[in-house]
């Protein structure tokens, strides 16, 4: 039989990883270059007419402490949505916006997030337990390591992780793969 060469075979995956970073990069570099957001452009008014209130919503009932200064970790802010209605609503929640592109990092300092990161979601540079909550909003599926997501978003939490991910069974999800924008 054949025997496997295990060192080819994860080169060639790092290679196809730094590959389709590059191409993420060049291809969402250029919304967070303009005033571009992604979810009212996929789903128009909808995003910020209940969308985006409904996942705070459901994140203050389930932090359910709407006076605490907490520190929060939040995977994924993409153009900083629902970050901005986060800091709107709970200005005492210390929301650190993250993000894999460089791009978008810098796009969400100039909305004032001095603390905005640059990180990648299966490699979080930060302490096991250094944030109060860890959350993200439909990111997940964007990941081919989604358990090394999970794994590091619950290490870094020291009281909780809050996920809202549409997954394959989400019917929205599923037209919007359909489409040339998904």
């Not at 994924?76 to 970050?83: F, S």
Request: aromatic share 12%; proline share 4%.
């Amino acid at each position: 039989g054949k025997c496997l060469d295990l060192k080819k075979i994860l080169e060639s995956e790092k290679v196809r990883k730094v590959r389709d970073a590059k191409r993420m990069d060049q291809t969402y570099s250029n919304y967070y270059s303009e005033d571009y957001s992604f979810r009212s452009d996929w789903f128009g008014p909808i995003t910020q007419e209940y969308i985006i209130p409904k996942y705070f919503s459901l994140l203050d009932s389930f932090i359910n402490n709407k006076d605490a200064k907490l520190k929060i970790l939040e995977i994924g802010a993409g153009d900083g949505e629902v970050t901005d209605y986060i800091r709107a609503k709970r200005p005492n929640w210390q929301v650190t916006p993250t993000e894999p592109l460089k791009a978008a990092v810098q796009s969400l300092k100039k909305k004032g997030y001095k603390d905005a990161a640059l990180v990648d979601a299966v490699e979080i540079p930060f302490k096991d337990k250094s944030y109060d909550y860890v959350i993200c909003f439909d990111v997940m599926h964007h990941l081919e390591g989604p358990a090394q997501m999970a794994y590091e978003i619950t290490r870094v939490a020291k009281k909780g992780v809050f996920l809202i991910e549409a997954n394959r069974a989400s019917v929205t999800r599923r037209l919007l793969e359909k489409t040339e924008k998904y």
